[in-house]
Structure formats: C-alpha cells, structure tokens
C-alpha cells in the first residue's frame, strides 16, 4: 500500500498510515537521498552561513532516520488518525511537490520528505523539526511538558513551501 491508496472513507489507524509509508519507503532509492540532498545543498545558499551546515546536517539526517524509522518501525498503534488533517496534509504536501517541480525541475526526490514529515506528524506526533532545531536569533524547537514550541510557526504557516500548517508544535509564546 502507498499513501494514495489510502481509503479516506473509512477511519485510517496510525497502523494504515504506517503501512502506507512503509510502501513509500520501498520505493526509495540511494538516488533519491542523493537528489535531495543535492538539491538542499544548493538551496541552501539563502540561508545565513551561520545555519548552512547545521541544517543541511539536520534535514540530511532527517530524511535517513525518518525513512529508516519507518522501515523498523514494527509498533502497533491504537489510535486513528484525523482523517481531514491527513488528507489536507497529503494535498498540501502534492501541491508543494509540484511547486518545486514548476520551480526547480525534477532534480530532487520529494519522497523522503513526504515520509519524514508524515511520520514524524501523525505516527510519533512531534513536529517536523526535532526539538533542538536552531532559528535565527539564538531561537529553538523546544518541548515544555507535553507540548512543543516553534518560534518561527506563525511566520510560514501560509508559506507555500513549509508544513508548518500541519505541524503539531505551537508557536513560541513572546516573552
């Protein structure tokens, strides 16, 4: 099963989705870490020098434990999954494949991060940026209790590229 197999008819079990993006998983390749990789390496050049390595370092390993997570991933889950937000992730998720498309060319694979961030979201419920993840400013993804701080949500939850719009952290209160 893959993600577009999904029966958005009927309640999805986190195990649904599971299986699902083991079925995307199987369907990545060395080439296609490589690719997009390749492709954040060179995107990377509008972001301060300061964060240019420690991000690439974090989305690069990102993308390899999200898809080796998934793949190991043998938990049985018991809970559902809400089937409106999936399926506005999902969506959001395929607009932002073919806006790179339309933007950047196929030159990247946009698999493992449709894995990473769906997993990451609705299978362990944390955000799509690990706690710790650095922001301009000395600011981070923090947790606090049993809820997760982003300082920099509300500035790119309508920003086209970003999956801030489903991701579970809030935003970092103002001090």
Request: charged share 30%.
């Amino acid at each position: 099963m893959i993600i577009k197999e999904l029966d958005f008819s009927r309640k999805i079990s986190k195990n649904d989705l599971l299986e699902a993006l083991k079925g995307e998983a199987n369907q990545v390749h060395i080439h296609d870490f490589i690719k997009t990789c390749s492709f954040l390496q060179k995107n990377m050049e509008h972001v301060h020098p300061h964060y240019q390595k420690e991000y690439i370092k974090m989305y690069t390993e990102g993308y390899l434990k999200g898809y080796r997570d998934v793949k190991t991933d043998k938990t049985s889950y018991n809970e559902y999954v809400d089937l409106v937000e999936l399926e506005e992730s999902i969506q959001l998720l395929e607009k932002q494949e073919q806006l790179m498309e339309a933007n950047f060319g196929n030159n990247r694979s946009f698999k493992p991060y449709l894995i990473m961030s769906l997993y990451t979201t609705f299978i362990l419920e944390e955000p799509v940026h690990p706690v710790g993840t650095p922001f301009p400013g000395g600011l981070k993804v923090r947790k606090d209790k049993d809820i997760y701080y982003c300082p920099v949500k509300e500035n790119n939850e309508n920003n086209p590229l970003a999956v801030c719009g489903f991701c579970i952290a809030e935003q970092e209160p103002e001090m």
